[in-house]
Nanobody, 125 residues
Framework: QVQLVESGGGLVQPGGSLRLSCAASGRTLSSFAMSWFRQAPGKEREFVAAISWSSWNTDYADSVKGRFTISRDNAKNTVFLQMNSLEVEDTAVYYC??????????????????WGQGTQVTVSS
């Protein structure tokens, strides 16, 4: 079992930045592909970013490409999402997710087995 705990959410003005963290326990994340998803009020959960367990590949939703960066520190069993140039439309609960047993370069957008509880990000003036 893997337990994931997100942190770093909060209230920020448009154009601002936040850095989300996802800390794992139970197993080392070194063989897990990791991702971030988000869910805005009244909308379905959507993919934001993913990083392969080798760290060689990343993938981003078009809506965040060039503004968000996903990274990981396997020594700390933690994954990060640096969010810059935040927009009101980025307001959502952000979830991290993990999956193992896939190719080391894969950055899947679905099929994740382990999920965190989420952290709220609110972008408002």
């Amino acid at each position: 079992q893997v337990q994931l705990v997100e942190s770093g959410g909060g209230l920020v003005q448009p154009g601002g930045s936040l850095r989300l963290s996802c800390a794992a326990s139970g197993r080392t994340l070194s063989s897990f592909a990791m991702s971030w998803f988000r869910q805005a009020p009244g909308k379905e959960r959507e993919f934001v970013a993913a990083i392969s367990w080798s760290s060689w590949n990343t993938d981003y939703a078009d809506s965040v490409k060039g503004r968000f960066t996903i990274s990981r520190d396997n020594a700390k069993n933690t994954v990060f999402l640096q969010m810059n140039s935040l927009e009101v439309e980025d307001t959502a609960v952000y979830y991290c997710a993990a999956v193992t047993g896939i190719p080391y370069i894969a950055t899947p957008r679905r099929g994740y087995r382990y999920w965190g509880q989420g952290t709220q990000v609110t972008v408002s003036s």
